[in-house]
C-alpha cells in the first residue's frame, strides 16, 4: 500500500504563487507514475500535471501548460507542484496520485490509471 498525503495549499492573491508537497509512504519503491489533479464542486476530477517515475517524461493541462511545474525527488519520496500566475479559475482541491505499474518513462493524466491517492489540499486564489 501507498499512502499519499498532500500540504501547502492555502489561500493566496490572483497572480500569486504556492508550491504543493505530496509525501509518499508505505511501499514508495513500487510508485511509478504520479500526478496532481483538481476538482471542483460539481465537476469531474482533473489532471493538471503529471510525471513519470524517471521525471524525465511529463504532462501539463493545456489550463496550466507554462504557469505550473511537476517534479519529484525519488530519495525524498516527494512530488511537487509549483503554481505561477495563478487565477480564480485555479481555485480546487488538489489531489495527488499515484501509480504501481509501467515504466521509467512513462506518465498518465486519467484518474483511472492511478490506484492511491491523497486526501486533497484546498487552493483559494481570491480576485
Known amino acids: 500500500q501507498v499512502q499519499l498525503v498532500e500540504s501547502g495549499g492555502g489561500l493566496v492573491q490572483a497572480g500569486g504563487s504556492l508550491r504543493l508537497s505530496c509525501a509518499a509512504s508505505g511501499r514508495t519503491l513500487a510508485i511509478y507514475a504520479m500526478g496532481w489533479f483538481r476538482q471542483t464542486p460539481g465537476n469531474a476530477r482533473e489532471c493538471v500535471a503529471a510525471?513519470?517515475?524517471?521525471?524525465?517524461?511529463?504532462w501539463y493541462a493545456d489550463s496550466v501548460k507554462g504557469r505550473f511545474a511537476i517534479s519529484r525527488d525519488n530519495v525524498k519520496n516527494t512530488v511537487y507542484l509549483q503554481m505561477n500566475s495563478l487565477n480564480p479559475e485555479d481555485t480546487a482541491i488538489y489531489y495527488c496520485?499515484?501509480?504501481?505499474?509501467?515504466?521509467?518513462?512513462?506518465?498518465?493524466?486519467?484518474?483511472?490509471?492511478?490506484?492511491?491517492w491523497g486526501q486533497g489540499t484546498q487552493v483559494t486564489v481570491s480576485s
Open positions: 510525471i513519470s517515475r524517471s521525471g524525465g517524461s511529463t
Open positions: 496520485a499515484a501509480r504501481s505499474t509501467g515504466t521509467r518513462g512513462s506518465y498518465y493524466y486519467t484518474k483511472e490509471d492511478f490506484g492511491s
